[in-house]
T-cell receptor, first 110, second 114 residues
Framework: TQLLEQSPQFLSIQEGENLTVYCNSSSVFSSLQWYRQEPGEGPVLLVTVVTGGEVKKLKRLTFQFGDARKDSSLHITAAQPGDTGLYLCAGAQGAQKLVFGQGTRLTINP | DSGVTQTPKHLITATGQRVTLRCSPRSGDLSVYWYQQSLDQGLQFLIQYYNGEERAKGNILERFSAQQFPDLHSELNLSSLELGDSALYFC?????????????FGQGTRLTVV
């Protein structure tokens, strides 16, 4: 059973377009993180959201935690080829266990 | 550099063999996670240790085992290897204090079973 569902699984868009990636669950998480992974490398932490309804911005990336702390979204404005990668969301549950979604593979075409 | 060190970076071995993957967490982090990532797949949680004790277990095969030592480094042992065990194996560490469990990943060990 996949506790965190990410959608879409694959997304290929043109440079300059906007996009949103979703991370959904029926479970409540104490915090939620977004990671970006490039081929052959380990995931790198982008952001952590903790409070329901919280919005965090990282340059052209906007992260939102759902009010009920069950879901999150990542919005990228004016996507660039350098944004290409696998985006993973992860929710923290009791005993500090991290649960990862399957990821969204994003390709930005020049 | 995440501060998490994994060795070796690459490993090629034959079916039926046994290998040990090593992970040194970030300084001060008590929690270590092991994940498996097959080609173009997401991260599959294997096992978590916290301060030397097993904390959580995921879809880890009986042929696989792990431990965390008093100096907090961890080892993942994979035995009776099969072709399907070929994957990237990641170690991550976190401080596990408070509500945020931010994990910092090593660069992974790419295991190829031939």
């Amino acid at each position: 059973t996949q506790l965190l569902e990410q959608s879409p699984q694959f997304l290929s868009i043109q440079e300059g377009e906007n996009l949103t990636v979703y991370c959904n669950s029926s479970s409540v998480f104490s915090s939620l993180q977004w990671y970006r992974q490039e081929p052959g490398e380990g995931p790198v932490l982008l952001v952590t959201v903790v409070t329901g309804g919280e919005v965090k911005k990282l340059k052209r990336l906007t992260f939102q935690f759902g009010d009920a702390r069950k879901d999150s979204s990542l919005h990228i404005t004016a996507a660039q080829p350098g944004d290409t990668g696998l985006y993973l969301c992860a929710g923290a549950q009791g005993a500090q266990k991290l649960v990862f979604g399957q990821g969204t593979r994003l390709t930005i075409n020049p | 550099d995440s501060g998490v060190t994994q060795t070796p970076k690459h490993l090629i071995t034959a079916t039926g063999q046994r290998v040990t993957l090593r992970c040194s967490p970030r300084s001060g982090d008590l929690s270590v996670y092991w994940y498996q990532q097959s080609l173009d797949q997401g991260l599959q949680f294997l096992i978590q240790y916290y301060n030397g004790e097993e904390r959580a277990k995921g879809n880890i095969l009986e042929r696989f085992s792990a431990q965390q030592f008093p100096d907090l480094h961890s080892e993942l042992n994979l035995s009776s290897l099969e072709l399907g065990d070929s994957a990237l194996y990641f170690c991550a560490s976190s401080a596990t204090s408070g509500r945020g469990s931010e994990a910092f990943f090593g660069q992974g060990t790419r295991l190829t079973v031939v």
